[in-house]
C-alpha cells in the first residue's frame, strides 16, 4: 500500500501545534475583524433607524433587554475589543515600539485579557 | 488597481486604523463624558453639516479598512485567481453599495433636518 | 546508568511515513533509556537508531550549527540537538516540520524552501571596481549584520509560520526575508533599491501579519519579525 507518487503529506494538523500566545491574539484579531464587517451592513442600517424617530432610537437602545440580542451584541463587544486592542498592539509594533518578544508576548496577553475584560462587563451589564 | 499592490495596501491599512481610532475615542469622550445620549442630541450631532460628513468619512474608512483586511484573508486562503478576484469584487461591490446608502440616509436626513 | 543512580525510560512518539510502504503517515511509540552522557534529545533519536535503524531524521553537527535537525518537538518547531532531554515533556511527541512535504519520516522536502532564498539573492552585489584588499566596514557597519548573519537556514521559523503555512510558494517567509534583509543591511552592497523593489509585492513580503511566531522558535535567538519591521519601514522611507 504505497502513497502515489507525488503525494508527499505534509504535517499540518492546528490542534497538535503548540502555538504562542502572540499567535492567539493574532487569529484573535483575523476572526474579530471579520465578525465586524459582518455587522457592518446593520451598522448601516442602525444608523439609518436610530434618525428616524425617538421611538426608533429608543428601540435601538433596548436591544439588549433580549437575552439572545444581548448576547450576540456582547460578542459584537469583545469582537471590537479585541480588534481594536490588538489592532494597537501590531500599530505600536510597526513603529518598533514593544516588538521584541519579551514586550510583545505581554501586550498580546494585555490584548487577550483586557478584551475579555471588557467584554465580560457587557455581558455582566446587559445580561444579569 | 495600484493603490493595492504591496506597500500601499499597507501603509492605508494602518491609515484607516488611525482614523477609526480618532473617531472610537471621540465617540468614547462623548458618550462617557457627557449626559445619557438623547435622541434630540443624536438627531442634531448626525444632521449637522459636520455631523453628516463625518459619518460618511466614518463608513467609508470603517468599509476600506475591512476591505483591505479582508482582502488578506483572501489572499491567505483562496488560491485559484479567479474566485479570488470574483470573491473580492463581490464584497467590494457590497461595500461600495454600503457607503453609498449610508451616504444615501444622511443626505436624507440632512435635508429632513430643516 | 545516569549519575545520580536513577534508569530512566523515556516515552518518544515519533511520526513515520515511508512512501514505499505507507500509504499515509503514523505515529509510533519508542521507549529510550537515555545514558549518562545523553543531554539532549538527539542523542535520545541516535540511540533509538540502534533500536529501529528504520528511523529517518537528518542530523550533521549535533551542536546547532547545521541546522539539519529541525523538528517539531511537543508541537514547536526546534533543533533535536539543542532540545535539552531534561525538563522534556513527555511522550516526547516528535514530527516533522509543519506545512513542508514530508520525504520520509521526520525529513521534509526543503526546495521550496531554499528557493525563496536564492530568489533574494543572497550575496553581495556590488558592480564598483574592486579595491585592491577587502571593501571596508565600519565597526558600526559590521555590527549592522549582527541577529543576521547568524541564520543557519534550519526552517524552524518559516515552518511555524502560518502565513507560510498558506502561501509557502508566493510568500518568500521569514528566514529569506531575513537573509534579505542581511544584504540589504550590508554596508558593502550597492542592490539595496532592487532587492526592497523585489520584496514590495503583495505576497512576498506583505502576507507577513506580524504574528512572530517565527521569532518564538528560532533556535539561535534571531528575530526575523524584527527584520521584516525594518524592511517595512525602509520601504516606507523609500516611497517618501
Not at chain 1, 85 to 95: K, S, T
Not at chain 2, 32 to 45: C, D, I, K, M, V
Not at chain 3, 153 to 161: Q, V, W
Request: aromatic share 8%.
Amino acid at each position: 500500500m504505497r502513497a502515489p507518487p507525488g503525494s508527499a503529506p505534509k504535517f499540518l494538523n492546528l490542534s497538535q501545534i503548540r502555538f504562542p500566545i502572540g499567535a492567539i491574539a493574532s487569529i484573535g484579531h483575523r476572526i474579530s475583524g471579520v465578525l465586524l464587517l459582518v455587522t457592518l451592513p446593520l451598522l448601516a442600517l442602525a444608523l439609518d433607524r436610530s434618525l428616524r424617530s425617538e421611538a426608533e432610537f429608543e428601540a435601538l437602545r433596548d436591544l439588549v433587554s433580549a437575552p439572545g440580542r444581548a448576547l450576540l451584541l456582547v460578542v459584537v463587544v469583545w469582537a471590537a475589543s479585541h480588534h481594536v486592542l490588538a489592532g494597537l498592539r501590531h500599530l505600536l509594533m510597526d513603529m518598533g515600539i514593544g516588538s521584541r518578544l519579551a514586550q510583545a508576548r505581554t501586550s498580546a496577553w494585555a490584548a487577550i485579557v483586557a478584551a475579555g475584560v471588557i467584554a465580560l462587563a457587557a455581558a455582566v451589564r446587559w445580561l444579569s | 488597481m495600484r493603490l493595492f499592490l504591496g506597500q500601499r495596501a499597507w501603509m492605508l491599512q494602518r491609515a484607516t486604523a488611525v482614523v477609526l481610532l480618532i473617531f472610537l475615542a471621540a465617540a468614547a469622550a462623548m458618550l462617557l463624558a457627557g449626559p445619557r445620549l438623547s435622541y434630540e442630541r443624536w438627531h442634531a450631532l448626525a444632521t449637522s453639516p459636520h455631523g453628516a460628513v463625518l459619518i460618511v468619512v466614518l463608513f467609508a474608512a470603517l468599509a476600506l479598512h475591512g476591505w483591505i483586511g479582508i482582502r488578506d484573508i483572501v489572499l491567505d486562503y483562496i488560491h485559484p485567481p479567479a474566485g479570488r478576484l470574483l470573491l473580492l469584487g463581490l464584497i467590494a461591490l457590497v461595500l461600495i453599495a454600503i457607503v453609498i446608502r449610508v451616504a444615501l440616509t444622511m443626505a436624507a436626513h440632512f435635508t429632513t433636518a430643516g | 546508568m545516569s549519575a545520580d543512580g536513577e534508569e530512566e525510560d523515556m516515552r518518544i512518539s515519533i511520526y513515520r511515513f515511508n512512501p514505499e510502504t505507507d500509504a499515509k503517515p503514523r505515529m509510533q511509540d519508542y521507549d529510550v533509556t537515555p545514558e549518562a552522557g545523553d543531554k539532549k534529545l538527539l542523542d535520545a533519536l541516535m540511540r533509538l537508531k540502534t533500536v529501529d535503524d528504520s528511523l529517518s531524521f537528518r542530523r550533521s553537527c549535533r551542536e546547532g550549527v547545521c541546522g539539519s535537525d529541525a523538528m517539531n518537538i511537543n508541537g514547536r518547531n526546534g533543533l533535536a540537538c539543542l532540545t535539552s532531554l531534561a525538563g522534556l515533556k513527555e511522550p516526547v511527541v516528535l514530527r516533522p516540520l509543519p506545512g513542508f512535504p514530508v520525504i520520509r519520516d521526520l525529513i521534509v522536502d526543503m526546495t521550496q524552501f531554499f528557493a525563496h532564498y536564492h530568489a533574494i539573492k543572497p550575496y553581495l552585489i556590488n558592480d564598483e571596481l574592486a579595491p585592491e584588499h577587502e571593501r571596508l566596514q565600519t565597526p558600526q557597519e559590521r555590527d549592522r549584520l549582527n541577529g543576521l548573519y547568524e541564520c543557519i537556514l534550519c526552517a524552524c521559523c518559516s515552518a511555524f509560520c502560518p502565513s507560510y503555512w498558506w502561501n509557502p510558494d508566493k510568500f518568500v517567509g521569514p528566514a529569506g526575508l531575513l537573509q534579505a534583509y542581511r544584504f540589504i543591511s550590508d554596508s558593502r552592497d550597492t542592490a539595496t533599491a532592487e532587492r526592497l523593489a523585489y520584496l514590495d509585492d503583495v505576497y512576498r513580503l506583505y502576507r507577513c501579519r506580524t504574528i512572530m511566531n517565527c521569532t518564538e522558535v528560532c533556535p539561535k535567538g534571531l528575530s526575523p519579525s524584527h527584520a521584516i519591521e525594518r524592511i517595512r519601514l525602509a520601504l516606507v522611507r523609500e516611497s517618501s
